[in-house]
């Protein structure tokens, strides 16, 4: 299983950006697809997730200015950005929750990880 992300650069405070990440590989269900981000120094933290009893649910410092969306017949999520700020500036990471094969356990998949980078 790949979890690739793309999309991210570059951008002035008060631009947007639009992250993609593909699921690919053997995987029988999606359960949860997720974006978190780390900058530099600071731990990880979720930005948003989409699918399973959580729904929809964004950190506080991005709801109003982000939007996460997934297209299940391309094992894609997104994350839309609009009114990034220089504190937005992080590598961010794709998640899924997933399922390989029928009864198989879930497990946990990471992306890469893509730079965003809001300048002042």
């Known amino acids: 299983v790949q979890l690739q992300a793309s999309g991210g650069g570059l951008v002035q405070a008060g631009g947007s950006l639009r992250l993609s990440c593909a699921a690919s590989g053997s995987i029988f269900s999606i359960e949860t697809m997720a974006w978190y981000r780390q900058a530099p120094g600071k731990q990880r933290e979720l930005v948003a997730t989409?699918?399973?009893?959580?729904?929809?649910k964004y950190a506080d410092s991005v709801k109003g200015r982000f939007t996460i969306s997934r297209d299940n017949a391309k094992r894609t999520v997104y994350l839309q950005m609009n009114g990034l700020k220089p504190d937005d500036t992080a590598v961010y990471y794709c998640?899924?929750?997933?399922?390989?094969?029928?009864?198989?356990?879930?497990?946990?998949?990471w992306g890469q990880g893509t730079l965003v980078t809001v300048s002042s």
């Open positions: 989409t699918g399973g009893a959580l729904r929809t």
């Open positions: 998640n899924a929750w997933l399922q390989m094969s029928y009864g198989s356990s879930y497990e946990d998949y």
